[in-house]
């Protein structure tokens, strides 16, 4: 099968290859994949920074954000049937296992020995087909099919919202505002998620967008440009005290800005991977004074469990329900997989790029 593959560490070496049909064992699952999309995590294994090929190999499937449709099932694969549309969840657990990945909280794994699909020690699924077990796919109603792409980096978020409630159970707490840095995929749908909840919403974003901006004033959010407006406390006076900040850039300096400008009994949660050596000096005494004075909490949160995916599931429901239309507005860009490394350029002014690996063919899904 056709496969877009890389050697690990080695920059530029990103190629649509031939590479060995995959063979579902006993209990698995042969996927089709239709399409996946791309994101910052691509663009480094691409350029070499980050990817590991799965033990004894030398090439690296690369795709992490799937969808796809199961081809057939073998003996002892139960909960799904030929033809439904599935997303793959990404993490292993380790091989241990820690007490997290025992758990399945493997999004928690404790000893870093954990594989990710497409991206650490596994391949992943920007090819034409796949195979998994069922316990790590997750079906999605087909009428959720046309963005049900975005339900890995989704997940995500799901994560990230969940976490954020659970520190904050430490009180009694109302979140009335929120803010979001970057109006990229994470972003954008952690703003949703908020939205759904009612929170008042703010993105702040390096630059004017229409598309971002009309995306996110679709959903009742506020757009901030950020070449008009530092993040801080001048920004904090006009729009009112701030209890939640998620920072989807990955620019390392504004999670300092968000611990300064976070509001009494706050939340900053990082999700931004920042690949880079940045240094930076902080007002340190006037950042640990106010974190202790108005009991602020800074985390960072990776990755997501199989209940997470289950959540985001639900989630495209009600996002669709309420906001028609926005989800697949944020697919900006779809291409065939002969030109994938197009899909691999730099972000732009981009939301989410999806490769397109096969339509529909002629092969009836079955059950073996
Ligand atoms: C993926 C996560 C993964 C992380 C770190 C992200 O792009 O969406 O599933 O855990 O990269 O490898
Ligand atoms: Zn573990």
Redesign the pocket.
């Known amino acids: 099968m056709r496969a877009v593959v890389v050697t690990p560490r080695e920059a530029g070496s990103g190629r649509l290859a031939e590479v060995p049909d995959p063979q579902p064992q006993q209990g698995e699952v042969l996927v089709r994949v239709r399409e996946v999309g791309l994101?910052g995590?691509d663009i480094e294994i691409l350029e070499g920074q980050y990817g590991e090929a799965p033990p004894g190999e030398d090439y690296l499937i690369i795709g992490?954000e799937s969808l796809g449709q199961v081809q057939k099932l073998t003996d002892g694969a139960e909960g799904l049937s030929p033809g439904d549309w599935v997303v793959a969840i990404?993490?292993r657990p380790d091989p241990v296992p820690c007490r997290n990945c025992a758990a399945d909280e493997w999004d928690m794994c404790l000893n870093g020995q954990y594989t990710?699909r497409g991206?650490?020690g596994r391949h992943g699924f920007l090819a034409e087909f796949y195979v998994e077990a069922p316990k790590f796919l997750v079906r999605v109603p087909e009428e959720l099919s046309p963005f049900a792409v975005l339900l890995?980096?989704l997940a995500?978020v799901e994560k990230a919202v969940e976490q954020i409630k659970r520190i904050q159970s430490r009180m009694v707490w109302q979140p009335q505002r929120a803010m979001v840095l970057g109006a990229g995929t994470i972003g954008l749908l952690a703003a949703m998620l908020l939205r759904l909840e009612n929170v008042e919403v703010h993105i702040y974003n390096r630059s004017e967008n229409k598309i971002k901006r009309d995306l996110t004033e679709s959903t009742g959010a506020n757009y901030i440009c950020a070449k008009e407006r530092p993040l801080g406390h001048e920004l904090e006076r006009e729009i009112g005290p701030v209890d939640i900040i998620v920072e989807a850039t990955g620019f390392s300096p504004l999670a300092f800005d968000a611990m300064d400008m976070i509001g009494p009994n706050g939340i900053v949660c990082l999700t931004g991977?920042s690949g880079g050596s940045r240094t930076l000096q902080i007002a340190a005494d006037h950042l640990n004074l106010e974190m202790v004075l108005m009991n602020k909490v800074v985390f960072g949160t990776?990755?997501?469990n199989r209940r997470h995916f289950e959540t985001g599931v639900r989630h495209l429901r009600e996002i669709e329900a309420r906001w028609p239309g926005v989800l697949s507005r944020m697919i900006t860009h779809r291409y065939p997989i002969e030109r994938f490394a197009e899909a691999l350029q730099r972000p732009s002014r981009d939301i989410k790029r999806v490769v397109r690996v096969a339509s529909p063919g002629p092969q009836e899904p079955g059950r073996e």
């Open positions: 994101d995590t992490h990404v993490r990710e991206i650490k890995e980096p995500i991977v990776v990755n997501a």
